[in-house]
């Protein structure tokens, strides 16, 4: 039997698909970034579009917008780095050889010096490979204004595209996945930023209150790790009590656990989250952080968006399967008991019925 020209066409579509990731594995991650970032701004768009702009323009400013949220806060973050490495290095060098912990009837010896060369070794590694990744840094930056400018200007026709390449009665599915995919994205760019921004804006002013060093710097690297999910902030609390015990001051590692562990690992979720979760996609924090972690360790940090993405695609295909399933046993679809008269149809319900479900 020969296969169908929809078959073979299929066919055809999942070559070219994995020869394209193959050849073009090197600005995956950017062409994904650049789909994600234009679905989620698709919105925002048309909003632009009701200000009376051309859907031209409108995709040019939203592009602008795009390309702004993610070069200053790069450009903030590097220019920050640059200033504050050799400084944090030298206060890391003031730091003793070796100091000990004592924990119940046992004390513990933690050797600082080799951990001083590690960090030193790494810093002038990162900084070299840094300054090399600066012009592929600008390509890519490049392709990914591109891509969104592009994404944004022919949308329709594209998402008009992929839905003609699925039969209409999975129409329903494709929409779904893509609210579900609307609200993931929506919990990693807005809610995740948002928080970020409040944690850093409180955590400056508590880490100068605290005297600690770099209190900026550690503000903005509080914020940035509110991405990490689970542990986030703690991080750096738990770096900074470290770095107090090590110098001898017990009493300030206590107080930066309780007083920065409370304000800046604690509240802003608590402030920001509850007010901004309504539009998310509601997926458990284990869940995500099984995205999160195993879509970083797989893919790089393309993960951190991919990884999470996938584990809510994955959830809300099992929940359509799932209400799929108990529409079909509701509706007395199952198949049937053997009986000895003749078969009556079963009028309680149809096809459209499973469909509406």
């Not at 490495?85 to 010896?109: H, I, K, N």
């Not at 760019?189 to 209150?209: E, G, H, N």
Request: no cysteine; hydrophobic share 55%.
């Amino acid at each position: 039997m020969n296969p169908s020209r929809t078959t073979v066409l299929a066919g055809v579509l999942a070559a070219l698909l994995l020869a394209s990731s193959v050849l073009l594995g090197a600005v995956f991650a950017t062409v994904f970034f650049a789909g994600t970032v234009a679905y989620f701004l698709i919105p925002l768009l048309h909003r632009v579009e009701r200000l009376g702009l051309s859907r031209w323009l409108a995709s040019a400013a939203t592009t602008a917008l795009a390309v702004l949220a993610v070069v200053v806060p790069l450009g903030v973050a590097l220019y920050v780095a640059s200033g504050r490495v050799t400084q944090l290095l030298d206060a890391l060098r003031d730091l003793p050889e070796s100091f000990e912990v004592a924990v119940l009837d046992y004390t513990y010896v933690v050797e600082v010096g080799a951990l001083l060369d590690t960090v030193a070794e790494y810093a002038a590694t990162l900084a070299v490979d840094a300054a090399s990744a600066l012009p592929v840094l600008a390509l890519k930056l490049t392709l990914f204004g591109v891509l969104v400018f592009g994404l944004l200007l022919g949308h329709e026709d594209a998402e008009r595209a992929f839905l003609n390449t699925i039969p209409r009665a999975y129409h329903d599915v494709a929409h779904a996945l893509g609210q579900r995919a609307t609200a993931t994205l929506y919990a990693i760019y807005v809610l995740q930023a948002v928080t970020a921004l409040a944690t850093a804006a409180i955590a400056l002013p508590v880490f100068y209150a605290l005297g600690t060093p770099f209190p900026v710097t550690l503000a903005v690297v509080a914020g940035v790790l509110q991405f990490v999910p689970i542990v986030g902030p703690s991080l750096v609390v738990g770096a900074l009590a470290v770095y107090r015990i090590g110098a001898g001051d017990t009493t300030g590692a206590v107080t930066i656990v309780v007083v920065a562990g409370i304000l800046v690992a604690w509240l802003p979720d608590v402030l920001v989250r509850p007010r901004l979760s309504r539009e998310t996609a509601n997926l458990p924090g284990s869940l995500y952080f099984i995205g999160f972690t195993g879509g970083l360790l797989t893919v790089g940090p393309v993960g951190i968006i991919a990884g999470p993405l996938v584990v809510a695609l994955t959830v809300e295909a099992a929940n359509l399967l799932a209400d799929e399933r108990r529409a079909n046993g509701e509706n007395g679809t199952l198949e049937p008991e053997p009986t000895d008269g003749p078969a009556n149809p079963d009028t309680s319900g149809g096809p459209g019925d499973a469909d509406d479900a």
